[in-house]
């Protein structure tokens, strides 16, 4: 009889989703056409912001900026959310271990999907010596898949705490409000340092957004209606 009921509980949601998955095109379309515009725009300021937002001495910011810069890698992530979702379940506060899991995943799953992208289009840092530019995988003939030069669009470390963030607000808004402060100031500090463009910052907060709607969705689906 459990089994029936949880079957007919899940029928239901997934019912639910096909209706509603009608009205997914027109929403996908606007997202999208919203996305190349802002991106656009962005090229058209990276130059602008660069002037304002870049440190060039060494100072006391430019500390902030490395230390924010640190708090962004994905091992920082990874180790933060394995050992605060471990505590949670070792607590018995199950959903709670499973939202920081889902969360920090979401983040490194959109750091990674960032890398793949920057490694195939192989555009240069601000800070670069080369001619800047989009080179894709191979420059003056050698490979530059893995060169960190040529490894800007989008920004992996934006990507990474932008899609934690997004997933945090699609769990819980007030989490959602802190971790939007924290990928702020990694954001920024990416740009202060003269690792990323603005642009490179926009196409990764669009793609970490968009990952962070797959996967929490799918996801939370998937746990919370398994029969």
């Not at 990276?46 to 091992?75: H, M």
């Not at 920024?188 to 996967?215: E, P, Q």
Request: charged share 15%; net charge positive; proline share 2%.
């Amino acid at each position: 009889m459990k089994l029936w009921t949880g079957a007919n509980l899940s029928v239901g949601a997934f019912r639910r989703r096909v209706g509603a998955g009608k009205g997914h095109l027109p929403r996908f379309l606007f997202w999208t056409a919203l996305s190349l515009l802002v991106l656009t725009l962005a090229f058209l300021v990276d130059g602008p912001v660069a002037r304002v937002l870049t440190l060039q001495a060494s100072t006391f910011w430019r500390q902030v900026a490395g230390y924010a810069s640190k708090a962004g890698e994905g091992w920082v992530i990874a180790v933060t959310g394995a050992t605060a979702s471990l505590s949670l379940f070792f607590a018995r506060r199950f959903q709670a271990s499973w939202a920081v899991f889902l969360i920090a995943l979401t983040g490194l799953l959109s750091g990674a999907a960032a890398t793949v992208i920057r490694s195939l289009l192989g555009r240069t840092r601000p800070n670069s010596h080369e001619v800047q530019g989009f080179y894709g995988v191979w420059h003056h003939s050698h490979w530059i898949i893995g060169r960190s030069e040529f490894g800007a669009f989008p920004s992996g470390h934006a990507a990474t705490v932008i899609g934690l963030a997004a997933a945090a607000w699609l769990i819980d808004r007030r989490l959602g409000v802190l971790t939007a402060c924290y990928a702020f100031l990694v954001c920024w500090s990416r740009i202060a340092l003269g690792c990323h463009h603005f642009s490179d910052i926009v196409a990764a907060a669009i793609l970490g957004i968009d990952c962070a709607l797959l996967i929490v969705t799918r996801l939370r689906f998937a746990r919370f209606t398994k029969p």
